[in-house]
C-alpha cells in the first residue's frame, strides 16, 4: 500500500508555469528553498524531484523518540547550516538508514514503510512479524507485543517489540528507487537477527523471504550491477542474484587484507564494486581534547539554533570530573579503499577517488560525483565517528563527529561535534 500526502488545492495560474522556466528558477535554489518550492502545488513538486537529485546529501541527527512529535534535524554540507523538517509519518518509528533516497522506518505494531523525507511519499513493506524466524507474537501483560523466535539453536526465545525495533534489524538495501505507482522492480534486501542472515522482499509482498547462503553474520550489504553483494565478518563476499526464488552464483574467497582494528563498507561506483576499510581505535576521553570542529557548534546548539532558541553556553551533558563515568572514544584515524577484480578475485588497493565524493554512516553509503557541485569536494570521504560511547550506571550517551577524510594527504577535518544522550538512531545521510 502507497500513501502519498494529501493534496493541496492548486492556484491555476502557478500551474501553468512553463517548465523550461521553472527549471531556470530551480537552478538557482538550494535543497531547503528546493524543498519549500515543492510545496507549492503538486505540478511544482514533480518537477522539483529530478532537480533535487543533483543536491548533497543532507545529514539526519539524532533526535529524541520519546518526544513522538515527528521533528528531525538535517546538517548541509553546502552551507554548513542546520535546518528542522517535520516528518508526522516517522513519529514514533525507528529509522534504520537510507538507499536511494527512502528511509526505511521500523514503526509500533511492527509496521515497516519506505518514506521519502522530503516528498513524504510513504510505501509499505512487509511487518516486522513476517521475517523467517519470527514464529508468531502475542501481547504481554504489561500491553506490549512479544514476539517469539527460533533461535541459532533451535530453541523459542522471546523478545519485546523495543528490542525487535531497535536491534533485530541491522541494514536494508534497495536495488533501485521505487515508484509509487509502481514499486514491483524494486527490491528491498535487509540483514536480521543475532546472526545477521539476509531475507528480502518486494513492497507488495505479505512476508519477508530467507536468502540462503553458506554462511551468515553479514556486516554490509549492496546492490552492484543489479545482483546483491554481502560481505560477512572475515571479509567473505557472496553475490547473489535475487528473483523470485534467490541463487548464490558466485562466491568470492576470504580477503587476506589484515591491519588492525576496522570496519567494511561496500560501494558501487562506475561499474567496480569497492570495499572501504575504516581504521578505528579505542581511546580515554582523559588522553586529550578531541579533534577542532570547524563550525565551533556541538550538535545541541545546532537544534537550538535551528529552533530559533538561545544557546546555553554553560549547559553540559554530563559530569566529565565523575568518577563513575568512563569515557572512551572510538575515534576514526583513517581509509583504506580497495576495488575488486572479478577476474582474478582478488582486493586491489586505490589511492585515489578522483572526482567521487563518499558519504558514509553506520548504517548506510552513498557516492557522488564532486563535478556537480560548486566547490570541489572530490577524493573525500564525509563520515560519521557514530560508535563513540560514554558508558556509566545508567544509560549510554552518544559522541558524534561529521568529518571529513582527504584521500590525496590522509588528513581529517571535523564539521561540527554532538554530545547528548540520544543515541538512537545514529546520524543518517539521506539523499535529496
Known sequence: MINA????????????????LL??????????DMIRFGCVCSSWRSASAPARHGKLPWLMLPYDTLANDGAYGFFSLYDQQFYKLQLPEAAGARIHGSSHGWLVTVHPESGIHLLHPFSRVRIQLPSLSTFPDVLGTFYSNEGGITYVLSSSK??????????????YIGKFTLSSSPSPSSSSDCIVVATYGERRKLAFCRPWDNRWTAVKTPWDSYEDIIFHMGRLCALD???????CHIGYSSRVFEIMPPSTITCGSQWEYLMSRAGELMMILRDVKWISDADGPGRDCSCGLSGNDAMDIANNNEVDESDDHYDRDSSDND???????????????????????????????VFLCESNLLSLPACHFDRNRGDHIYFIDDSCDTYTREHREGVYELCAFKMVDQTIETYFRTDNQMNMPTPIWAAP
Open 154 to 167: 533451535g530453541c523459542r526465545a522471546e523478545y519485546g517489540f523495543k528490542w525487535m525495533r531497535d536491534a
Open 233 to 239: 565478518l572475515q571479509r567473505r563476499l557472496v553475490v
Open 23 to 32: 527549471i531556470m528558477i530551480m537552478q538557482k535554489l538550494t535543497l531547503p
Open 327 to 357: 569515557i572512551f572514544l572510538c575515534k576514526t584515524v583513517g581509509f583504506k579503499v580497495y576495488k575488486l577484480d572479478f577476474n582474478s578475485r582478488r582486493w586491489i588497493r586505490v589511492k585515489s577517488l578522483g572526482n567521487t565524493m
Open 5 to 20: 500526502p494529501p493534496k493541496k488545492a492548486a492556484t491555476s495560474g502557478w500551474t501553468q508555469i512553463p517548465d523550461e
